[in-house]
């Protein structure tokens, strides 16, 4: 079955830091979301892309938050400063869409597990 | 807001028994999602019932619609321990893309 990968699965590190979290997409599919869970706040829209145009990225931290899609193949999320408050789960999804939202199933990556100290 | 608001936020039943959960919402909508989360996974979508549509049915899943009390339940039936998930709801209304609730903690007591 086809699955969206994302890595790394677990990141540890110190407030102040850059982080870098990468996803791959289903091959075929044109819309990639990116979501960060909470235990507070649940699952929140971070940023999505439509055939790697970013089509949303109003739930982002503007001063610390990048999204991008270098090819097709790669989604990037970046936090630069990193702070104890972006420790989550941050989760890729990949799907089909043909207008300016999705309609169709998200197809979930297994998510990177954040802890900022 | 849009968002589904999934009820009860946690549900413990025996292994066989039904299990059902709600999801509220608060706007109209195009189609709602179901989605399934186990633990330290991401989500695994399930169903996904169109605003024309009542019921819809996938093995032992049976989800149902009601746009004017704005609400969906799913049913699983004959539940079995490898059903222990936390389960979400999501729509998906006009040019936004999908909002989820906060999920139902589901356990399965074998």
């Known amino acids: 079955d086809a699955r969206v990968t994302q890595t790394p699965r677990h990141k540890v590190t110190e407030m102040g830091q850059e982080v870098t979290m990468r996803c791959q997409p289903i091959?075929?599919?044109?819309?990639v979301f990116w979501y960060r869970q909470t235990m507070m706040q649940g699952l929140e829209l971070l940023a999505y892309f439509r055939n790697r145009a970013p089509l949303d990225d109003s739930g982002m931290p503007k001063d610390r938050f990048s999204a991008e899609m270098p090819d097709a193949t790669l989604a990037t999320l970046k936090i630069q400063p990193s702070e104890p408050r972006d420790s989550a789960v941050y989760f890729c999804a990949s799907g089909l869409g043909h207008r300016q939202n999705s309609n169709q199933p998200q197809h979930f990556g297994d998510g990177t597990r954040l802890s900022i100290l | 807001s849009q968002q589904g608001e999934e009820d009860p936020q946690a549900l413990s039943i025996q292994e066989g028994e039904n299990a059902t959960m709600n999801c509220s919402y608060k706007t109209s909508i195009n189609n709602l999602q179901w989605y399934r989360q186990n633990s330290g996974r991401g989500l695994v979508h399930l169903i996904l019932i169109r605003s024309n549509e009542r019921e819809k049915h996938s093995g032992r899943l049976r989800v149902t619609l009601d746009t004017s009390k704005k609400s969906s339940s799913l049913l699983i039936t004959a539940s079995r321990a490898a059903d222990t998930a936390s389960y979400f709801c999501a729509t998906s209304a006009g040019n936004t893309p999908l909002v989820f609730g906060k999920g139902t903690r589901l356990s399965v007591i074998a």
């Open positions: 091959l075929g599919h044109n819309t």
